[in-house]
C-alpha cells in the first residue's frame, strides 16, 4: 500500500515538471525546469504507466 502510494505521488510529481513541456501553463516551469534530467531516467516507465504507448514528446523519443 505505501510503495503504491509512493509511485503515485512520484507519478503526480512527474506531471508537474512535465506539465509545461506537455503543453500545460505552468507559471513554476522555471523552478521545475533543473528536475528534468533526473527525471529523464524514469520517463519510459512514467509515460507507459500513464497509458501513453509512445512517447508524448516529440524532443523525447525512448520507444
Same mark, same amino acid.
Given at each position: 500500500?505505501?510503495?503504491?502510494?509512493?509511485?503515485?505521488?512520484?507519478?503526480?510529481?512527474?506531471?508537474?515538471?512535465?506539465?509545461?513541456?506537455? /503543453?500545460? *501553463? %505552468?507559471?513554476?516551469?522555471?523552478?521545475? +525546469?533543473?528536475?528534468?534530467?533526473?527525471?529523464?531516467?524514469?520517463?519510459?516507465?512514467?509515460?507507459?504507466?500513464? /497509458?501513453? *504507448? %509512445?512517447?508524448?514528446?516529440?524532443?523525447? +523519443?525512448?520507444?
Amino acid at each position: 500500500m505505501f510503495a503504491r502510494e509512493k509511485q503515485n505521488e512520484d507519478d503526480f510529481f512527474t506531471l508537474i515538471v512535465l506539465g509545461e513541456a506537455l /503543453g500545460v *501553463p %505552468d507559471p513554476a516551469a522555471y523552478y521545475t +525546469a533543473e528536475f528534468l534530467p533526473s527525471l529523464y531516467q524514469d520517463f519510459h516507465a512514467w509515460h507507459r504507466r500513464m /497509458g501513453m *504507448p %509512445d512517447s508524448p514528446l516529440d524532443h523525447i +523519443a525512448c520507444c
